[in-house]
């Protein structure tokens, strides 16, 4: 199938062209021509993007005020609401994620998602996030106390098939009780808990709100700090020094400080003058160079999957081209959580396509309402009914030749 014509937006900037999908993939770029028989659907007004990669979501998590309703969930029904979240966030343009955890809910869902069983993004899984004891996340994450728990605390997560780990090392804004300034791990811990991980071939993601505590996770070696609310120039410097990436999921306060009335007293106490210097913190990062990958945390209070797109625009809002906004939640974000062969439109990478109605570049908002989603060249979702059922009629036809074809080539009588 040849997608024609289109305004083509990824890490290589913004140019008009064609994109060839075949068996899933996305086979060739540029100004190409059809081959024989092959389908052709002319785009002229469209701009293709990347598929969306959020680098941190929440299946576990619908928005609730609080954990509470989660934390009673048996198993089968978090899998199903699970199973609901990724495919909204699917159908939202999202084809690959990092899924922060629970149980082991995201590990065995990334698996039935890869085998087809149920619609969703593709997905880099943890099991539980590792924590200190009675720290942020317990309700859902492995307590740990000392540097050799924290060891069998990784080995646990990567044997039920994690992919990363995560560890809390500050408090959090949803936990009552812990304090989001406060370093919650020792240095013992935390060097144990990114040896362990990395030896184990597994990245390590820490949240972290507190100066103090992305740095102290820093020099330990971690990979990605998730929120980084209140950096200082020196964890900036440290950042960028280490090539570690921040995930900034500025659309997590962005939700609770625009639903103040109904979130909890202890979330409304935390979140006060939170928003103003997580994005302060936030434009110091870009300003400095600091690699940065979108990431939501969708799921916390307010926060809803399938509106992740947003997110670019709280980065470009806040600091970043509109373009670089776009890459850091496609290329950057598939590439910080080991996510292969997506979030570019090169040759070779799968055909996760987010088709648009105008050039994201010129405005952002187009991104939260796709006209057609695909993933591994199937559309998936998006809203041009009539458009998605010209691009699944043209490869059903292209399915239609290659069966034809290589009937032909069977009953050719061999030589
Ligand atoms: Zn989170």
Same mark, same amino acid.
């Given at each position: 199938m040849l997608l024609c014509d289109l305004t083509l937006v990824d890490g290589d900037g913004v140019r008009t062209g064609d994109l060839r999908v075949s068996d899933g993939r996305i086979a060739a770029v540029g100004d190409?021509?059809?081959?024989?028989?092959?389908?052709?659907?002319?785009?002229?007004? /469209? #701009?293709?993007?990347?598929?969306?990669?959020?680098?941190?979501?929440?299946?576990?998590?619908?928005?609730?005020r609080t954990v509470d309703d989660v934390v009673g969930m048996s198993d089968a029904e978090l899998a199903l609401v699970e199973a609901r979240n990724a495919?909204?966030?699917? *159908? #939202?343009?999202?084809?690959?994620?990092?899924?922060?955890?629970?149980? %082991?809910?995201? +590990? !065995?869902?990334?698996? !039935?998602?890869?085998?087809? &069983?149920? $619609?969703?993004?593709?997905? =880099?899984?943890?099991?539980?996030?590792? @924590?200190? @004891?009675?720290?942020?996340?317990?309700?859902?994450? !492995?307590?740990?106390?000392?540097?050799?728990d924290a060891r069998k605390a990784v080995r646990e997560q990567s044997k039920q098939g994690?992919?990363?780990?995560?560890?809390?090392?500050?408090?959090?804004?949803?936990?009552?009780?812990?304090?989001?300034? =406060? +370093?919650?791990?020792?240095?013992? *811990?935390l060097d144990a808990l990114v040896d362990e991980a990395h030896r184990?071939?597994?990245?390590? =993601?820490?949240?972290?709100?507190?100066?103090?505590?992305?740095?102290a996770a820093v020099r330990a070696g971690v990979d990605t700090v998730e929120h980084g609310t209140f950096l200082d120039d020196e964890? +900036? &410097?440290?950042?960028?020094?280490?090539?570690?990436?921040? +995930? $900034?999921?500025?659309?997590?306060?962005?939700?609770?400080?625009?639903?103040?009335?109904?979130?909890?007293? %202890?979330?409304q106490r935390k979140t006060e003058h939170v928003y103003e210097r997580h994005i302060e913190s936030f434009g110091r990062a870009v *300003?400095?160079?600091?690699? /940065?990958a979108g990431g939501t945390d969708a799921g916390t209070p307010f926060n809803m999957h399938g509106a992740n797109a947003a997110e670019a625009e709280f980065m470009a809002e806040y600091g970043m081209s509109p373009l670089d906004a776009i890459v850091a939640m496609t290329e950057t974000a598939a590439d910080a959580v080991g996510l292969d062969d997506q979030g570019t439109l090169e040759p070779g990478t799968y055909a996760d396509v987010v088709l648009c109605a105008? &050039?994201? @570049?010129? &405005?952002?908002?187009t991104l939260n309402d796709p006209a057609v989603v695909l993933k591994g060249g199937d559309v998936v979702g998006g809203s041009d009914y009539e458009l998605r059922d010209a691009i699944?009629?043209?490869? !059903?036809?292209?399915?239609?030749?290659?069966?034809? #074809?290589?009937?032909?080539?069977?009953s050719e009588p061999a030589e």
């Open positions: 190409l021509t059809a081959d024989g028989d092959e389908s052709v659907v002319s785009l002229p007004e /469209v #701009a293709a993007v990347p598929g969306l990669v959020d680098a941190h979501v929440h299946f576990s998590l619908s928005g609730e495919r909204r966030t699917l *159908e #939202a343009g999202v084809t690959g994620v990092r899924a922060m955890g629970a149980r %082991d809910v995201d +590990v !065995r869902l990334r698996d !039935r998602i890869d085998v087809g &069983d149920v $619609p969703g993004p593709r997905m =880099a899984a943890n099991c539980r996030s590792i @924590t200190a @004891t009675g720290g942020h996340g317990h309700h859902l994450g !492995r307590e740990i106390t000392g540097p050799v994690a992919d990363f780990i995560k560890f809390m090392v500050t408090g959090g804004v949803t936990t009552p009780g812990t304090d989001p300034d =406060a +370093v919650a791990l020792t240095d013992d *811990e184990r071939g597994m990245h390590a =993601a820490t949240h972290a709100h507190g100066a103090a505590g992305v740095k964890a +900036v &410097d440290l950042l960028l020094e280490t090539e570690t990436t921040l +995930v $900034p999921t500025l659309s997590a306060p962005y939700h609770i400080v625009r639903n103040m009335d109904a979130a909890t007293a %202890d979330v *300003e400095a160079g600091v690699r /940065v105008a &050039d994201p @570049t010129d &405005d952002l908002a699944r009629d043209a490869g !059903r036809d292209d399915a239609a030749v290659s069966r034809t #074809a290589k009937g032909a080539r069977d």
